[in-house]
């Protein structure tokens, strides 16, 4: 108790010297949050949207079929099988799909695309494909009509009010045929995406494939994306083994790989960060211990043991470490907030960049606790290490030596 009141008094005695200390750390717990926080919302951000371009977070199928996406792999509409999705308390909707490859044809020109047969009303909830709509109108259940994505509808020339033939094979090896006006015409931000897609209202979809009452998927929407992994496996523990039950990782390895790389980076980034962090502080610490081998000198002339000198110091930088750390954490929490609130918006030719790839051109601010107390540790942990050195100078130290400096 004695040694506490000593550090605490020491650190006191010298207030410049605190406060230059005490800055070091607190602007490096503030700079590290800051950095952290906008890097992973906007993994989070960029996570949420190509998720919600067409995959969803979380698809049931039939057993095997991600492995021969047939329609031979479907599986019939069941009211018990959804109502039991939707009792998980985190599962909002299950929506279901019809999905095929097929030939999509005009008078003159003819392309492989995807015919997907959609819930119309539903499917806004997961992929707000309402809102992809650039002319036209979107579809309805009762509607006979099709969306045509833009880049498959310049390929065929063709706008709303024309008519598109689709050629394909349905349900057990029958012949898929039909042809239905242009309701709609709909941009998506994936090239991939936008050069392919055909929407049908799934009973026109199931008509044309012949197949009456069946979805090749039922797409799940969760409130956060985050938690895919962990209901995934809950939903697997559930649900009958004739289902097989896939989140987005699986669903998009490409984008989990890109994900797990610019994470890694971080891990590389913040490193370097810690590293100049360290230095920045190490200076204050150098400059702490040379002002202070006077005094040092003259404790152990009078009698203080080394051990019990090294003992103050490092209380002494474990209090100015901790409130230096709490400070920086308290003030990054006020500004975390307000960016998370008011997200940085991006101009000029990084704007369009952004855009071209289908991304919003906005930095996100992640509020994620794991953010405040990882980083504020780390710094803290940094600082601990740093301390070693004044032990070292002490331990070494020679009273008259000192005394004459």
Excluded at 56 to 84: F, M, P, R
Excluded at 299 to 306: D, P
Excluded at 359 to 377: G, L, W
């Amino acid at each position: 108790m004695m040694y506490l009141i000593l550090a605490w008094r020491n650190i006191w005695r010298n207030k410049r010297r605190t406060f230059i200390t005490m800055a070091s750390i607190v602007f490096a717990v503030l700079l590290a949050i800051l950095l952290n926080s906008v890097k992973e919302g906007v993994l989070i951000k960029m996570q949420e949207n190509v998720v919600s371009f067409y995959s969803g977070a979380i698809q049931v199928h039939k057993n095997g079929y991600w492995d021969e996406k047939t329609l031979d792999n479907s599986i019939a509409y069941s009211d018990s099988l959804i109502t039991q999705l939707v009792n998980h308390e985190e599962v909002n909707v299950a929506i279901g799909r019809l999905e095929s490859y097929a030939l999509a044809a005009s008078e003159k020109y003819t392309k492989v695309c995807m015919v997907v047969g959609i819930e119309p009303e539903n499917e806004t909830l997961v992929t707000s494909l309402d809102k992809k709509v650039i002319a036209g109108d979107y579809i309805r259940s009762e509607d006979e009509s099709v969306l045509l994505s833009e880049g498959l509808a310049e390929y065929l020339k063709l706008t709303v009010g024309d008519t598109l033939v689709i050629i394909g094979q349905g349900y057990h090896g029958v012949s898929a045929a039909g042809k239905y006006p242009i309701k709609g015409v709909i941009k998506f931000a994936s090239p991939q995406l936008n050069k392919t897609m055909v929407y049908l209202p799934m009973k026109l979809a199931q008509q044309l494939f012949d197949a009456t009452n069946r979805l090749t998927a039922l797409v799940l929407d969760i409130d956060d994306v985050s938690d895919a992994d962990r209901i995934e496996k809950e939903l697997t523990l559930t649900t009958s083994d004739e289902y097989e039950v896939m989140g987005w990782k699986v669903l998009l390895p490409e984008l989990n790989q890109v994900l797990e790389g610019e994470r890694a980076e971080n891990v590389i980034f913040l490193f370097v960060l810690y590293m100049l962090i360290a230095f920045g502080i190490f200076g204050t610490v150098l400059m702490m211990t040379i002002e202070r081998q006077y005094e040092f000198g003259v404790l152990i002339a009078i009698g203080m043991r080394n051990l019990k000198l090294s003992s103050v110091v490092v209380l002494e930088n474990i209090m100015i470490s901790v409130l230096g750390a709490i400070a920086g954490t308290m003030l990054s929490i006020p500004m975390i907030g307000y960016f998370y609130k008011f997200p940085i918006r991006i101009s000029g030719d990084l704007e369009k960049a952004y855009e071209n790839f289908g991304f919003e051109p906005i930095f996100y601010f992640s509020i994620a606790p794991k953010i405040f107390y990882s980083q504020t540790i780390v710094i803290f942990c940094i600082a601990l290490v740093l301390s070693l050195y004044p032990l070292l100078k002490i331990a070494r130290l020679k009273p008259v030596s000192a005394m004459r400096t």
